[in-house]
């Protein structure tokens, strides 16, 4: 008799196959791999970001997004909150304010801490205005995009970088960014919120990219050998797709049983 | 921060996670009191945080704006405070008490209408993002120009008089490339996810934990 819950023996096997291989490219790298992984245009373009609205005078706003750090939407939110350590520390060096609206309370004290690093890091910790930067508008979705809409109509923002959860919040918050003249970096992993974003914003995540955004601003050769476990996930995951078609075709059930274990 | 307070939290969230997962894999008799448990703690925490911080967070920033009397904004933050103060107050005072309804009327009276009024402004939004989208400027954009008149001629019922063949192709657009780069999308968003779960695990991604 199985330990594995039936049904599930598969996925568990892939979930170890996966694993492994990101725990290979991450031992390589530890031990002197590079590897290379291709040119993010979002990502590279946060710096240029945070230069237009240091050129223009004007803040920059961070999101991210709408998930709470216990809910499935939690590892966006993270992954979000790794890009703003990033634009933060850009930020705080550059003498920009940075704005972040949040929706889920239990966010407030990470968010906090995260710009609060930046400051200390650029020795500017006095600067700090924690009123300022971290704003909590409420815990409903509409009275916190709201929030944000009336947010990006009076600060006028000159970047808005949003990285997380969406919901419908995307469309309304990229058209009044638009609006406002800010220019807007998107990044998610909902779903039905990417064909929004990569119409309305000038750059865009989407999908796995958000949650590579952490290791490919850190440059850390570990998180990146992480990344190329991935990409090897994937060739897997494609090698599998294309046996099953093949076997399908000719009848043979074998992969079919072998998924649903 | 020390190296426990540093470590300590990574620790925590990779024991947690291997177990969350271990419970959903293995048939252990009894694991789904674990997993309930864990839930209602993390439940607990976002609870607190919506009763302390939150409020906390909101009333000191609109405070700041009264008292330096902001021009066009104090006077709405007299309002936010005066109904955050009047919901948190009825909602430990009087809802609790027997079986008042005060709270729950409240949300469906205020909170409801005025969050539907802001998502009905969606539509508008979209039209506006299609206008600036859907131009002819360069390859990509020119195929979701076309891709988005197909299938809005053949979502709408006059497309279908127009020319019968339009809903054949929205159709097919929709069942064929849309289904397979959008099933493609979702794997690898869902391969990351398991990559980035292992790093939570190992300790490289700590944001979590106060790291960048």
């Avoid at chain 1, 409420?138 to 006028?156: A, D, N, Y």
Wanted: charged residues 15%; proline residues 4%; contains cysteine.
């Amino acid at each position: 008799m199985s330990i594995l819950i039936e049904g599930r023996s598969f996925e568990f096997l892939l979930l170890i196959l996966a694993s492994a291989f990101l725990a290979y490219y991450i031992y390589s790298a530890r031990r002197g791999y590079r590897p290379q992984i291709r040119k993010m245009a979002p990502l590279e373009a946060i710096p240029e970001a945070i230069g237009r609205s240091v050129e223009t005078g004007r803040p920059v706003l961070f999101s991210v997004g709408t998930s709470t750090l216990y809910s499935g939407g939690a590892p966006q939110t993270l992954a979000g909150l790794s890009v703003l350590g990033y634009t933060a520390n850009i930020a705080v060096e550059l003498d920009v304010k940075i704005a972040i609206p949040l929706l889920h309370p239990e966010v407030i004290p990470v968010a906090d801490e995260i710009i609060r690093q930046a400051y200390i890091t650029a020795g500017k910790v006095d600067e700090y205005d924690p009123v300022y930067s971290v704003r909590h508008y409420g815990k409903h979705t509409f009275s916190w995009t709201s929030g944000i809409l009336g947010h990006l109509q009076r600060e006028k923002p000159g970047a808005f970088i949003y990285m997380g959860s969406m919901l419908a919040d995307s469309v309304m918050v990229a058209e009044s960014g638009h609006r406002a003249g800010a220019m807007m970096i998107f990044g998610t992993a909902s779903s039905g919120q990417m064909p929004f974003i990569v119409a309305a914003a000038d750059y865009s995540l989407i999908g796995e990219e958000l949650y590579a955004a952490g290791a490919y601003l850190s440059q850390d050769p570990v998180l990146l050998g992480s990344i190329t476990g991935q990409d090897l996930t994937k060739a897997l995951i494609l090698a599998l797709i294309l046996l099953g078609t093949i076997f399908m075709t000719f009848g043979i059930d074998f992969l079919n049983n072998l998924f649903s274990m | 921060m020390t190296y426990y307070q540093k470590q300590l939290p990574l620790l925590i969230t990779g024991i947690l996670i291997v177990t969350l997962i271990f419970t959903y894999f293995v048939d252990i008799p009894g694991s789904s009191l674990y997993t309930d448990e864990l839930t209602a703690w993390a439940a607990l925490v976002g609870a607190f945080a919506i009763a302390l911080i939150g409020p906390f967070n909101l009333i000191r920033y609109h405070a700041g704006i009264i008292s330096k009397r902001e021009p066009d904004k104090w006077l709405l933050s007299v309002y936010t405070i005066a109904i955050t103060i009047i919901t948190y107050a009825v909602g430990v005072f009087i809802s609790p008490i027997g079986a008042s309804t005060t709270l729950q009327d409240m949300y469906n009276t205020l909170l409801v209408p005025c969050s539907a009024t802001i998502y009905s402004l969606t539509g508008f939004f979209i039209a506006s993002a299609a206008y600036r989208t859907f131009q002819f400027r360069n390859m990509e954009t020119s195929i979701m120009l076309l891709a988005g008149v197909l299938i809005m001629m053949k979502n709408a019922a006059v497309g279908g008089v127009i020319w019968p063949g339009f809903p054949i192709i929205g159709d097919w657009i929709m069942k064929i490339p849309n289904t397979g780069g959008f099933r493609g999308i979702m794997l690898a968003t869902t391969v990351g996810l398991i990559a980035y779960g292992v790093r939570l695990i190992l300790g490289f991604e700590k944001v979590h934990a106060g790291g960048t």
